[in-house]
């Protein structure tokens, strides 16, 4: 799934400004498709995702203003590089869209500005009751204010020629990765070292272990950084030994990013690989032969498999008119026919219950997927991330440059982390 890194929020209280100052202008979406007369029209702003064919929303639209003349839905399709601005103007101007298809991490700044509303008030709780657990990533002090459109939890792809079994493990998964490496013909387990903007492989490692990135207040909000927590040093200790003592990950890994290194998977080069679910259709476009098998990111001894996840939300504006219809529509699209229809174009698992049980993903994979979306967690919602996890990407870094061990570089990043977010 595509998303957008958004800029800070004075950058977009300053846009408001500007724009409010503007002469009166439209900021209306268009209603062409729209029954004429209808009573209440709610408007949703409708990301673009590969795979998902203007006939599938043409054919949703059509069929939710079908059922009841009274509640009708205008689905707006805006290119997601686009998103960001569209919803920024329609706020600025006054005239949100009823709900849009957002970046989970927006959530942020909308509730901030006191833009959203709650979806539990306008969508039955049957609705929500259907979506995985692991899935509802969009709660912002306490209270869930996105609901989930796409979320894929993150698996273990296994190269079955490489691989020796499935590990249920961490512990097992070393073992395994020991006695499936063989460089340079072949290597264990796949690893990321360079750098860059996801930190996806601390993350695998440190929920496998029981840690997370902070303390949880009773109202749901952050306290202080616990990434250098024993769960945090357990992770970062046994990522190191698996690259820079076992040595079962591919070399050169302190140049790789995901982008770069996956390749060498498809290639039939890597044994163990942490990895989302766009791997079968990668696997198919470069040609791999290999048999492979899907399986959960296994947790340390002791631990539950914690894999994770990373969603896209709808979320409902407070200034829009018709929530009570956007209410109405969601309980519609999330019924199995039609959400199962669109997380199966976009090649998203499906993030309801019953949605998961329809033959097309009855697949491997999608099995595979699904069991994770019950226990998987996402990143955490705080608004300095960005921020956070580039304090946490250092730490990772001086430890495979070995500058620092495992303790003192998280001890530095959460002291750190908890300077950016004025916590003592």
């Known amino acids: 799934m595509r998303r957008i890194r958004f800029g800070k929020h004075l950058t977009v209280l300053l846009a408001m400004i500007v724009l409010m100052g503007l002469p009166s202008m439209s900021f209306a979406a268009g209603k062409t498709e729209t029954a004429a007369g209808a009573a209440s029209t709610a408007t949703l702003f409708w990301a673009g995702y590969d795979g998902v064919t203007e006939d599938y929303r043409k054919g949703l639209q059509d069929a939710f203003n079908a059922v009841d003349p009274a509640y009708q839905i205008d689905i707006v399709p805006v290119p997601w590089d686009q998103m960001k601005d569209k919803l920024t103007t329609a706020l600025a101007g006054g005239k949100p869209p009823d709900i849009s298809i957002i970046g989970?991490?927006?959530?942020?700044?909308?509730?901030?500005?006191?833009?959203?509303?709650?979806?539990?008030?306008?969508?039955?709780?049957?609705?929500?009751?259907?979506?995985?657990?692991?899935?509802?990533e969009g709660v912002v002090k306490g209270k869930l204010m996105g609901l989930p459109v796409a979320?894929?939890?993150r698996f273990m792809a296994?190269?079955?020629?490489?691989?020796?079994g499935v590990p249920k493990t961490m512990e097992e998964l070393r073992e395994m990765a020991i006695a499936a490496n063989d460089p340079p013909n072949q290597y264990g387990l796949f690893m990321v070292g360079q750098k860059n903007t996801e930190l996806t492989e601390f993350a695998y490692y440190l929920y496998a272990a029981g840690g997370d990135f902070f303390e949880k207040k009773?109202?749901?909000?952050?306290g202080k950084s616990t990434v250098n927590s024993a769960a945090g040093v357990k992770a970062l200790s046994f990522m190191n030994q698996l690259a820079n003592?076992?040595?079962v990950v591919q070399d050169g890994y302190l140049g790789m990013t995901r982008i770069q290194g996956h390749p060498m998977f498809y290639a039939d080069k890597i044994g163990y690989v942490m990895i989302g679910a766009w791997v079968d259709s990668a696997m198919k476009q470069a040609g791999s032969t290999f048999p492979v098998t899907y399986a959960q990111i296994?947790?340390?001894?002791?631990?539950?498999?914690?894999?994770?996840?990373?969603t896209d939300s709808i979320a409902f504006f407070s200034g829009a008119k018709n929530l009570k219809a956007a209410g109405k529509f969601v309980?519609?699209?999330?019924?199995?026919?039609?959400?199962g229809k669109f997380d199966e174009l976009a090649g998203f698992p499906p993030i309801t219950k019953k949605a998961s049980t329809l033959p097309a993903f009855n697949t491997p994979m999608y099995k595979v997927m699904s069991e994770a979306s019950v226990n998987a967690k996402g990143w955490p919602l705080i608004a300095t991330w960005d921020q956070c996890q580039d304090q946490i990407w250092d730490a990772v870094s001086k430890v495979y440059l070995k500058l620092a061990t495992p303790k003192e570089a998280l001890d530095a990043a959460a002291a750190a982390i908890d300077k950016i977010n004025n916590i003592k």
């Open 151 to 153: 979320a894929g939890a």
């Open 245 to 247: 003592e076992d040595k």
């Open 158 to 164: 296994i190269n079955d020629r490489i691989g020796k």
């Open 298 to 310: 296994p947790p340390f001894a002791g631990q539950k498999s914690t894999p994770l996840i990373i």
């Open 331 to 339: 309980d519609f699209w999330y019924q199995s026919e039609w959400k």
């Open 218 to 222: 009773a109202d749901g909000t952050f």
């Open 104 to 136: 989970t991490r927006w959530l942020l700044e909308y509730e901030e500005l006191g833009q959203l509303a709650e979806p539990g008030a306008y969508v039955g709780k049957a609705t929500i009751d259907d979506i995985f657990a692991g899935a509802k």
